[in-house]
């Protein structure tokens, strides 16, 4: 076969075969830039904390001096940059940050180095204790412990051949002479992370005698959760030296007693428990002890009232709130809560309305009241630390500047005062009805006629006239808007 062509056969090639042939080969005899491939590694700094949404910078430094690169190997839950370090949380969960350093003609690249940051999804909680009590043997005495988170904690004994205690209430039953320690716990919840245990240690002493247990402190009584019902708890009780086998409950004026061997004891009254106080003794081996002081039946109770609105339907007038009730006494403090403004917002109803809502933090008017022969209190929180809300000139029907019915729903200095929807300060206030005999009876129609409320502030007004809610029956006239009270729920917390 004849080959026309060929590279062996192109002019030239023998020469230049020889020439490279006769030349030296570049880097082979040391003369080209030397790699030393020294070894290098990268540490990191302290982790930082990290919240979602928040930044933080992570701090990670190469052996070799060199700067370090950063990446995050979790993009989903955080961003880093790569120059400085600064670390952004995306979302709840564990952020891997990596470090690099690729090394240079000295130095290998090391190799990657990672940091887990835990962006906690809600923020941390810390428990504190109160004052610790004095324990002896055989006694009682309340532990009290506080979640920065107003969570309620749970209470353990660490020590359970010491003392003994209560779950929920911290109440602590002292065994036998020596130390005492009680745990508290908050597991967290959909809006907080579980609090760090706190622990509190305390030495049980032994008296040198034995004697009837001392006088119960920190008495509390409270509505049962039945019919004419109270119970009564206690805050601590010296044991005299001998466990506590039982409680004694007697009342004031006297006919009602209860007993029982632990705590709460609940008391059933003849008809209602109003009016009545009570007090505890303790017993134990000895015998019974002295009692203690006589303490009021303190409530405390939520309420809701809804003030139908023809003209804003379907939104109604809500008044969501809570107040303390003493039976004994038959006395209301601290009502507050917050009232809606209907004529603000969208068409979604409560709990779910998107409305202004005001805070009615002043009780400032308690009076006694007997609708439909029902003995009870009409109760008032105001807005503002004063009662003056609705037009007090005679001329237009005003008596003492906020009795519900009065000065035609006009505010109060009308017309001379500023326009509280123009920029004005303008008052709020609720009207609840508590019956003193149980708080927790559905309303008649005689005392749902006597609830009341006014909104004279921006939300509320239509020129110088105030939205208000009122019945004919109860005040001679219906709300400035036709708005009238149509219902009054009341339940212990």
């Known amino acids: 076969m004849r080959i026309k062509h060929s590279f062996f056969s192109k002019p030239g090639y023998g020469v230049a075969l020889a020439l490279l042939s006769l030349a030296p080969l570049s880097g082979c005899n040391g003369?080209?830039?030397?790699?030393?491939?020294?070894?290098?590694?990268?540490?990191?700094?302290?982790a930082p904390r990290l919240s979602p949404g928040g930044t933080a910078t992570v701090s990670a430094t190469a052996s070799s001096g060199l700067a370090v690169s950063y990446s995050s190997s979790t993009p989903a839950v955080c961003s880093v940059d790569s120059g400085t370090g600064e670390v952004t949380a995306i979302?709840?969960?564990?952020?891997?940050?990596?470090?690099?350093?690729?090394?240079?003609?000295?130095?290998?690249?090391?190799?990657?180095?990672?940091?887990?940051?835990?962006?906690?999804?809600?923020?941390?909680?810390?428990?504190?204790?109160?004052?610790?009590?004095?324990l002896s043997l055989g006694g009682l005495a309340s532990f009290s412990a506080t979640a920065s988170s107003g969570l309620p904690v749970a209470y353990s004994s660490l020590t359970r051949a010491v003392c003994a205690v209560d779950a929920s209430s911290g109440l602590v039953t002292d065994l036998t002479a020596g130390n005492c320690i009680i745990a508290a716990d908050q597991g967290g919840s959909a809006g907080f992370n579980p609090a760090p245990q706190a622990t509190l240690s305390v030495a049980v002493s032994a008296p040198s005698s034995v004697a009837v247990p001392g006088p119960p402190t920190g008495v509390t009584a409270t509505a049962g959760n039945g019919a004419n019902t109270v119970?009564?708890?206690?805050?601590?009780?010296?044991?005299?030296?001998?466990?506590?086998?039982?409680?004694?409950?007697?009342?004031?004026?006297?006919?009602?007693?209860?007993?029982?061997?632990?705590?709460?004891?609940?008391?059933?009254?003849?008809?209602?428990?109003?009016?009545?106080?009570?007090?505890?003794?303790?017993?134990?081996?000895?015998?019974?002890?002295?009692?203690s002081a006589f303490a009021d039946v303190i409530t405390d109770y939520e309420v809701v009232e809804?003030?139908?609105?023809?003209?804003?339907?379907?939104?109604?007038?809500?008044?969501?709130?809570?107040?303390?009730?003493?039976s004994t006494t038959g006395t209301v403090s601290n009502l507050h809560g917050t009232l809606s403004?209907?004529?603000?917002?969208?068409?979604?109803?409560?709990?779910?309305?998107?409305?202004?809502?005001?805070?009615?933090?002043?009780?400032?008017?308690?009076?006694?009241?007997?609708p439909g022969g029902v003995n009870g209190l009409l109760v008032t929180a105001f807005l503002l630390n004063t009662t003056d809300t609705l037009s007090a000139n005679p001329a237009y029907g005003g008596t003492d500047g906020w009795s519900p019915g009065s000065g035609m729903g006009l505010?109060?200095?009308?017309?001379?005062?500023?326009?509280?929807?123009?920029g004005g300060t303008g008052n709020a206030y609720a009207t609840i009805f508590v019956d003193t005999s149980d708080p927790t009876a559905p309303l008649t129609q005689a005392q749902i006629d006597r609830l009341a409320y006014a909104d004279c502030t921006a939300g509320g007004m239509m020129g110088g006239t105030c939205m208000t809610g009122t019945t004919v029956a109860g005040y001679g006239t219906v709300g400035t808007m036709s708005g009238y009270p149509a219902a009054q729920t009341v339940k212990k917390k």
Do not use: H
């Not at 003369?31 to 302290?46: H, K, L, Y």
């Not at 891997?96 to 350093?101: D, L, M, R, T, Y």
């Not at 206690?234 to 004031?252: E, L």
């Open 231 to 291: 119970s009564v708890s206690i805050g601590g009780v010296a044991g005299g030296g001998s466990p506590v086998t039982g409680f004694t409950v007697t009342s004031r004026p006297a006919g009602v007693s209860a007993a029982g061997s632990g705590l709460p004891i609940v008391v059933t009254c003849p008809s209602s428990c109003a009016g009545y106080a009570f007090a505890v003794a303790a017993s134990n081996a000895v015998g019974a002890g002295i009692p």
């Open 341 to 370: 403004e209907t004529m603000t917002g969208g068409a979604s109803l409560y709990p779910n309305d998107t409305m202004t809502w005001l805070t009615l933090g002043n009780q400032l008017s308690s009076v006694s009241a007997t």
């Open 31 to 46: 003369d080209g830039p030397a790699i030393e491939a020294r070894p290098q590694s990268i540490g990191f700094g302290t």
């Open 91 to 134: 979302s709840p969960g564990t952020c891997i940050v990596a470090a690099n350093q690729a090394g240079n003609t000295r130095y290998a690249p090391a190799p990657q180095a990672t940091q887990t940051l835990a962006i906690a999804g809600n923020p941390d909680q810390s428990i504190s204790f109160g004052a610790a009590p004095v």
């Open 411 to 422: 505010y109060y200095g009308f017309p001379s005062a500023a326009v509280p929807g123009a």
């Open 306 to 326: 809804t003030f139908v609105e023809p003209d804003t339907q379907p939104k109604n007038t809500m008044f969501v709130g809570s107040f303390r009730f003493d």
